[in-house]
T-cell receptor, first 114, second 113 residues
Framework: DVKVTQSSRYLVKRTGEKVFLECVQDMDHENMFWYRQDPGLGLRLIYFSYDVKMKEKGDIPEGYSVSREKKERFSLILESASTNQTSMYLC?????????????FGQGTRLTVV | KNQVEQSPQSLIILEGKNCTLQCNYTVSPFSNLRWYKQDTGRGPVSLTIMTFSENTKSNGRYTATLDADTKQSSLHITASQLSDSASYICVVQTTGGGNKLTFGTGTQLKVEL
């Protein structure tokens, strides 16, 4: 079974803190994604990566950065956390063939910024 | 603008009953349509993926249909169980713009005794 593992289920951070969300997948997938999910808005793409050290902005990249130093690991970084970044964060991965391949999601990280 | 709209927003049914969830989309060019199930506090799990040429696909008690002409899809759940209580998300992939996924906001289903 494909596993996408996010490092934390729940996080509480203070405004202004630098926050790291980690995601690891074990199926040698080339593509990895970070989404945030808010009530009434659906999943929105923050960043994605199609290879090691490669990254592309999604629809809402402001306030975030990412790092992919190894194929299996994709990190989302909140440089200076703000209360409007309180959300559910979901990591996903899939094979390079974008077209009809399965996207596998992690269990999510519920981040609260106070 | 590419959009995916789902209805109803929420639904309550009795255990053992059937239900149908709807999805309308305006995503173009179309590649495929996916249905995901998301349990509360968990990540989405794939139920079905349908391409342009497929108009129905089943996964156990879940049956998805696709009408690419009218840009509509439905997810039918047969003989519902308490464990079906979840959010069901319709997702459409486009062939353009990096094969992007566009997510609906989901239908929240609650199955009661």
């Amino acid at each position: 079974d494909v596993k996408v593992t996010q490092s934390s289920r729940y996080l509480v951070k203070r405004t202004g803190e630098k926050v790291f969300l980690e995601c690891v997948q074990d199926m040698d997938h080339e593509n990895m994604f970070w989404y945030r999910q808010d009530p009434g808005l659906g999943l929105r793409l923050i960043y994605f990566s199609y290879d090691v050290k490669m990254k592309e902005k999604g629809d809402i990249p402001e306030g975030y950065s990412v790092s992919r130093e190894k194929k299996e690991r994709f990190s989302l970084i909140l440089e200076s956390a703000s209360t409007n970044q309180t959300s559910m964060y979901l990591c996903a991965s899939r094979l390079r063939d974008f077209m009809n391949t399965e996207a596998f999601f992690g269990q999510g990280t519920r981040l609260t910024v106070v | 603008k590419n959009q995916v709209e789902q209805s109803p927003q929420s639904l309550i049914i009795l255990e053992g009953k059937n239900c149908t969830l709807q999805c309308n989309y305006t995503v173009s060019p179309f590649s495929n349509l996916r249905w995901y199930k998301q349990d509360t506090g968990r990540g989405p799990v794939s139920l079905t993926i349908m391409t342009f040429s497929e108009n129905t696909k089943s996964n156990g008690r879940y049956t998805a249909t696709l009408d690419a002409d009218t840009k509509q899809s439905s997810l039918h759940i047969t003989a519902s169980q308490l464990s079906d209580s979840a959010s069901y998300i319709c997702v459409v992939q486009t062939t353009g713009g990096g094969n992007k996924l566009t997510f609906g906001t989901g239908t929240q289903l609650k199955v009661e005794l």
